[in-house]
């Protein structure tokens, strides 16, 4: 069956990095697009970054852009998620989750994995 | 800040139907992109329940069913259990901000 699974959370201070995983199974990782969501605690779901299945094509939420890099290795079907320059504001829980298709068309997430949680404070 | 717009909560009594809108623009919903639902159950990841304004995901009860009209959409959970209570949120695509938004999240409770 499909299993994500993300990796990489942790406490960090203001203005320093963190590079999240994803590892997934279950289906051919080099054929889908993936995305990134967040969750900040007790708030809604927030879009993050989406990559296609190549990784040719990247696009990122107007509040992570230019501080946030998603790249992956189709090689090791794995998932990223380099986060720079963090702010108190981007503590979350942190899903990656898998398009139906490329990533070409926009769609759906599903299924996702169980989350990483990053706090960001001092 | 979330582009589409849910009720904050909504309630009903085992075995009542209830209903969750979403209420989006011309440059989401309104621009004839699909709308796809989930349903978070406490302390756990987003699962999806409605693909596509109206198609259910294989294991989804038909209980759930989703439609789409204008720039809005609803969920809709007949024959309501317990089982059901739950976070909903509503996604979609948009295409000022070139990229997808989710709805602000309709708590579901049963009574």
């Known amino acids: 069956q499909v299993q994500l699974v993300e990796s990489g959370g942790g406490v960090v201070q203001p203005g320093r990095s963190l590079r999240l995983s994803c590892a997934a199974s279950?289906?051919?990782?080099?054929?889908?697009?993936m995305h990134w969501v967040r969750q900040a605690p007790g708030k809604g779901l927030e879009w993050v970054a989406t990559?296609?299945?190549?990784?040719?094509?990247?696009y990122y939420a107007d509040s992570v852009k230019g501080r946030f890099t998603i790249s992956r290795d189709n090689s090791k079907n794995t998932l990223y998620l380099q986060m720079n320059s963090l702010r108190v504001e981007d503590t979350a829980g942190y899903y990656c989750?898998?398009?139906?298709?490329?990533?070409?068309?926009?769609?759906?997430?599903?299924?996702w994995g169980q989350g990483t949680l990053v706090t960001v404070s001092s | 800040q979330s582009v589409l717009t849910q009720p904050p909560s909504v309630s009903g009594a085992p075995g009542q139907r209830v209903t969750i809108s979403c209420t989006g623009s011309?440059?989401?919903?309104?621009?004839?992109?699909?709308v796809h639902w989930y349903q978070q159950l406490p302390g756990t990841a987003p699962k999806l329940l409605i693909s596509?304004?109206?198609n259910r995901p294989s294991g989804v009860p038909d209980r759930f069913s989703g439609s789409k009209s204008g720039t809005s959409a609803s969920l809709a959970i007949t024959g309501l259990q317990a089982e059901d209570e739950a976070d909903y949120y509503c996604?979609?695509?948009?295409?000022?901000?070139?990229?997808?938004?989710f709805g602000t999240g309709t708590k579901v409770t049963v009574l």
């Open positions: 989750a898998k398009d139906p298709s490329g990533g070409g068309s926009p769609g759906w997430f599903d299924p």
């Open positions: 279950g289906f051919t990782f080099s054929n889908y697009g």
């Open positions: 990559i296609w299945y190549d990784g040719s094509y990247k």
């Open positions: 011309s440059s989401n919903i309104g621009a004839a992109y699909d």
């Open positions: 596509d304004n109206s």
């Open positions: 996604q979609s695509y948009d295409s000022s901000l070139s990229g997808y938004v």
